[in-house]
């Protein structure tokens, strides 16, 4: 959990607000769609774009190529 808590503070220092969801929270909530799998994951927005990073598989999920490609950058070199 502590590596989790980590993570999330240094995307926070990259990114501002860094949203953690987790699956029984995301299944609750209508306006959200789950997470893939139901897995827990960071939600993170950078100008109009957002990324999800899947926490048990650090894989990150947008619609923008650049966000995808900037998030993968910065949870690669925070391991």
């Known amino acids: 959990m502590v590596r ?3 993570l ?3 995307l926070e220092a990259h990114f501002g607000d860094v949203e953690y969801h987790m699956p029984d929270e995301d ?3 209508e306006d ?3 997470t893939p799998q139901g897995e827990p994951s960071f939600l993170i927005q950078l100008d109009d774009a957002e990324a999800r990073i899947n926490l ?3 894989v990150t999920t ?3 190529h650049i966000v ?4 993968d950058k910065i949870c690669t070199d925070g391991r």
Do not use: N, T, V
Request: net charge neutral; aromatic share 10%; hydrophobic share 40%.
């Open 62 to 64: 947008s619609p923008g």
């Open 32 to 34: 959200e769609e789950p």
């Open 4 to 6: 989790i808590q980590r």
């Open 56 to 58: 048990l598989s650090m």
């Open 27 to 29: 299944m609750s909530g």
């Open 8 to 10: 999330g503070m240094f």
């Open 68 to 71: 995808r490609l900037f998030a």
